[in-house]
Protein backbone atom coordinates (compact mmCIF):
# COMPACT_ATOMS: atom_id res chain seq x y z
CA UNK A 1 0.00 0.00 0.00
CA UNK A 2 1.06 3.38 -1.08
CA UNK A 3 0.80 6.47 1.75
CA UNK A 4 -1.07 8.60 -0.66
CA UNK A 5 -3.57 5.43 -0.78
CA UNK A 6 -2.75 5.67 3.30
CA UNK A 7 -4.08 9.28 3.32
CA UNK A 8 -7.16 8.72 1.69
CA UNK A 9 -8.45 6.31 4.76
CA UNK A 10 -10.29 7.79 8.05
CA UNK A 11 -8.80 6.83 11.26
CA UNK A 12 -11.17 5.39 14.01
CA UNK A 13 -10.33 4.73 17.34
CA UNK A 14 -12.46 1.20 18.14
CA UNK A 15 -12.81 2.04 22.03
CA UNK A 16 -14.77 4.66 21.96
CA UNK A 17 -15.59 4.91 17.85
CA UNK A 18 -14.21 8.30 17.57
CA UNK A 19 -12.99 9.43 14.45
CA UNK A 20 -9.89 11.10 15.18
CA UNK A 21 -9.41 11.96 10.87
CA UNK A 22 -7.41 11.04 7.81
CA UNK A 23 -3.48 9.73 7.85
CA UNK A 24 -1.36 13.55 7.09
CA UNK A 25 2.24 11.46 7.67
CA UNK A 26 4.13 8.50 8.37
CA UNK A 27 7.11 8.08 10.82
CA UNK A 28 9.27 5.93 9.40
CA UNK A 29 12.64 4.19 10.90
CA UNK A 30 15.42 4.77 8.06
CA UNK A 31 17.33 1.95 9.27
CA UNK A 32 14.80 -0.65 9.33
CA UNK A 33 12.30 1.08 6.99
CA UNK A 34 9.47 -0.12 8.52
CA UNK A 35 6.72 2.21 9.46
CA UNK A 36 6.38 2.93 13.12
CA UNK A 37 3.37 5.76 14.09
CA UNK A 38 0.70 6.78 11.85
CA UNK A 39 0.36 10.83 11.91
CA UNK A 40 -3.40 12.24 12.39
CA UNK A 41 -3.56 16.33 12.76
CA UNK A 42 -5.70 17.09 15.85
CA UNK A 43 -8.26 19.27 16.14
CA UNK A 44 -8.21 22.66 15.29
CA UNK A 45 -7.96 25.33 17.28
CA UNK A 46 -11.04 27.61 17.27
CA UNK A 47 -13.04 25.63 14.91
CA UNK A 48 -9.54 25.08 12.48
CA UNK A 49 -9.41 28.48 12.09
CA UNK A 50 -5.65 29.41 14.13
CA UNK A 51 -4.31 26.22 12.48
CA UNK A 52 -3.20 22.97 14.89
CA UNK A 53 -0.54 22.71 17.85
CA UNK A 54 -1.34 18.91 18.88
CA UNK A 55 -1.62 15.77 16.78
CA UNK A 56 -2.38 11.96 17.06
CA UNK A 57 1.13 9.75 17.10
CA UNK A 58 -0.65 6.03 16.50
CA UNK A 59 2.14 3.96 16.78
CA UNK A 60 2.23 0.83 14.43
CA UNK A 61 0.82 -1.75 16.95
CA UNK A 62 -2.23 -0.14 17.45
CA UNK A 63 -3.55 -0.45 14.45
CA UNK A 64 -6.32 -2.90 14.50
CA UNK A 65 -7.23 -3.32 10.63
CA UNK A 66 -6.67 -1.42 7.16
CA UNK A 67 -9.92 -1.63 5.21
CA UNK A 68 -10.83 0.00 1.69
CA UNK A 69 -12.07 3.27 3.45
CA UNK A 70 -10.85 2.83 7.34
CA UNK A 71 -8.39 1.94 9.50
CA UNK A 72 -9.32 0.40 13.05
CA UNK A 73 -7.31 1.65 15.56
CA UNK A 74 -7.45 0.69 19.81
CA UNK A 75 -5.35 3.56 21.53
CA UNK A 76 -5.97 5.93 24.80
CA UNK A 77 -6.38 9.02 23.26
CA UNK A 78 -4.59 10.59 26.49
CA UNK A 79 -1.66 8.33 25.61
CA UNK A 80 -1.21 9.29 21.75
CA UNK A 81 -2.54 12.92 21.88
CA UNK A 82 1.11 14.93 21.52
CA UNK A 83 2.54 18.20 21.03
CA UNK A 84 3.48 18.79 17.12
CA UNK A 85 6.63 17.77 16.60
CA UNK A 86 7.15 20.90 13.73
Known sequence: MRVCELRQKEVINERDCKVLGCVAD???DMVSGKVLA????GPGKLCGIFGRDMEYVIPFSCIC???EDIILVNVKIEEVYVKCKC
Open 65 to 67: QVG
Open 26 to 28: VEI
Open 38 to 41: LIIP
